[in-house]
Nanobody, 122 residues
Framework: VQLQASGGGLVQPGGSLRLSCAAS????????MTWYRQAPGKQRELVAG???????NYADSVKGRFTISRDNAKNTSYLQMSSLKPEDTAVYYC?????????????????WGKGTLVTVSS
């Protein structure tokens, strides 16, 4: 199983970006899909999460500006980021709590993508 995050880049303050996180491999089902970020010199923090049923939660710092969604058919989550601020600059990581299929049956596991850099600067 692999998670591939993409969509990062350089954007001016006030701009928008959409991040994607695609899970691939022997996946039976995906429970929660979550985005985290880590700014230079800071700890990794939760940005937004979405359950298999579509319930969402957000960090206070991004409420009203970021929207998380998912396409269950594609095993993909998205993070639409708007009104970006310099303090949103960070490496963004995606996480998936999923059930995978193995030769011995099914097992639940937590997977991380490699991260994608978002830089908000003029």
């Amino acid at each position: 199983v692999q998670l591939q995050a993409s969509g990062g880049g350089l954007v001016q303050p006030g701009g928008s970006l959409r991040l994607s996180c695609a899970a691939s491999g022997s996946i039976f089902s995906i429970n929660a899909m979550t985005w985290y970020r880590q700014a230079p010199g800071k700890q990794r923090e939760l940005v937004a999460g979405i359950t298999s049923g579509g319930s969402t939660n957000y960090a206070d710092s991004v409420k009203g500006r970021f929207t998380i969604s998912r396409d269950n058919a594609k095993n993909t989550s998205y993070l639409q980021m708007s009104s970006l601020k310099p303090e949103d600059t960070a490496v963004y990581y995606c996480n998936a709590d999923l059930v995978r299929t193995t030769a011995w049956g099914r097992s639940r596991a937590d997977y991380w993508g490699k991260g994608t850099l978002v830089t908000v600067s003029s």
